[in-house]
């Protein structure tokens, strides 16, 4: 193994822990996808939580600053086949292999800024933010699921984009306590302020999130075997979660975070398993 091997896999293992580290779901089900598709999935998860970090914790920092600074390190990355960032040189590799067109990271960037200074969304915004934040990833995904099969990806784009929203909209409705009350943010249109969030409101909100998981299923069952299984442990395990959103009452989910245990989650595979192996999602 020569030196740039060992860079290359350093910098797969810098993703890979990564992942590991912020998702025990995400990665779960990565861990459950063929050896090239998994790798690959990795080093798009380790951009967006770079991104996420950046948002979410760095408060005594220049912000903006940073996220202008991550996404030129990223285009240089990919122009240069090469970064000293290992997540960003894990990442390079993906999009050039998966051919990863540069508007679905341009859409992702402009939507993490939009947390910076937008704390209240209207149906416009939510959905720029929608697609920036979680359809493009699950477009990047897709490229990966499929070999950057053009024709299929055209097939399954909206599919994607569905699956991607609903992760997305759950983690909205999970977070909601942590987003209003320590960031002040709130995303759903719908919603204006904690008082005003009823079971009508959440109802409404669940019931779009059900109608994304429907037409997410429909492309999953299309998917590759090497990825079918662990993107449809990940479908699972989120419409888990957003079962037990269903069960709390609105304002409980303003005092506390619904999480699904390890165990729980664990305990998901055996009839995911058995319903893929039997074709039967």
Same mark, same amino acid.
């Given at each position: 193994? =020569?030196?740039?091997?060992?860079?290359?896999?350093?910098?797969?293992?810098?993703?890979?822990?990564?992942?590991?580290?912020?998702?025990?779901?995400?990665?779960?089900?990565?861990?459950?996808?063929?050896?090239?598709?998994?790798?690959?999935?990795?080093?798009?998860?380790?951009?967006?939580?770079?991104? &996420?970090?950046?948002?979410?914790?760095?408060? =005594?920092?220049?912000?903006?600053?940073?996220?202008?600074?991550?996404?030129?390190?990223?285009?240089?990355?990919?122009?240069?086949?090469?970064?000293?960032?290992?997540?960003?040189?894990?990442?390079? !590799?993906?999009?050039?292999?998966?051919?990863?067109?540069?508007?679905?990271?341009?859409?992702?960037? &402009?939507?993490?800024?939009? =947390?910076?200074?937008?704390?209240?969304? &209207?149906?416009?915004?939510?959905?720029?933010?929608?697609?920036?934040?979680?359809? @493009?990833?699950?477009?990047?995904?897709?490229?990966?699921?499929?070999?950057? =099969?053009?024709?299929?990806?055209?097939?399954?784009?909206?599919?994607?984009?569905?699956?991607?929203?609903?992760?997305?909209? @759950?983690?909205?409705?999970?977070?909601?306590?942590? &987003?209003?009350?320590?960031?002040?943010?709130?995303?759903?249109?719908?919603?204006?302020?904690? !008082?005003?969030?009823?079971?009508?409101?959440?109802?409404?909100?669940?019931?779009?999130?059900? !109608?994304?998981?429907?037409?997410?299923?429909?492309?999953?069952?299309?998917?590759?075997?090497?990825?079918?299984?662990?993107?449809?442990?990940?479908?699972?395990?989120?419409?888990?979660?957003?079962?037990?959103?269903?069960?709390?009452?609105?304002?409980?989910?303003?005092?506390?975070?619904?999480?699904?245990?390890?165990?729980?989650?664990?305990?998901?595979?055996?009839?995911?398993?058995?319903?893929?192996?039997?074709?039967?999602?």
């Amino acid at each position: 193994m =020569d030196n740039l091997e060992r860079y290359e896999r350093m910098a797969l293992g810098t993703s890979r822990h990564t992942t590991r580290t912020y998702s025990t779901s995400f990665s779960l089900a990565s861990r459950l996808l063929g050896s090239t598709t998994r790798k690959a999935i990795y080093a798009i998860y380790g951009l967006v939580r770079l991104a &996420d970090e950046i948002v979410d914790t760095m408060h =005594d920092r220049d912000k903006e600053a940073l996220l202008d600074e991550l996404q030129a390190d990223t285009s240089r990355a990919i122009q240069q086949e090469f970064s000293l960032n290992p997540i960003l040189h894990s990442f390079q !590799r993906t999009a050039h292999r998966f051919h990863i067109p540069t508007e679905l990271i341009t859409a992702f960037f &402009d939507s993490m800024r939009m =947390d910076l200074d937008l704390k209240r969304h &209207d149906p416009a915004t939510y959905s720029t933010y929608i697609y920036g934040s979680a359809e @493009v990833v699950g477009l990047m995904c897709l490229r990966v699921f499929v070999g950057g =099969d053009e024709a299929r990806i055209r097939a399954l784009e909206s599919h994607a984009r569905s699956l991607g929203a609903a992760f997305q909209k @759950v983690n909205f409705l999970r977070d909601l306590r942590e &987003d209003y009350l320590d960031k002040g943010r709130l995303y759903f249109p719908t919603l204006t302020d904690s !008082r005003h969030f009823n079971l009508d409101t959440k109802r409404a909100i669940e019931a779009e999130i059900e !109608r994304d998981f429907q037409h997410a299923l429909e492309g999953i069952k299309q998917l590759p075997f090497s990825a079918r299984l662990g993107v449809y442990v990940a479908y699972r395990y989120y419409q888990t979660l957003l079962r037990t959103l269903k069960r709390t009452q609105p304002q409980m989910l303003f005092k506390r975070r619904v999480r699904i245990s390890n165990l729980r989650k664990v305990g998901l595979l055996p009839i995911t398993l058995l319903r893929v192996t039997l074709n039967q999602i």
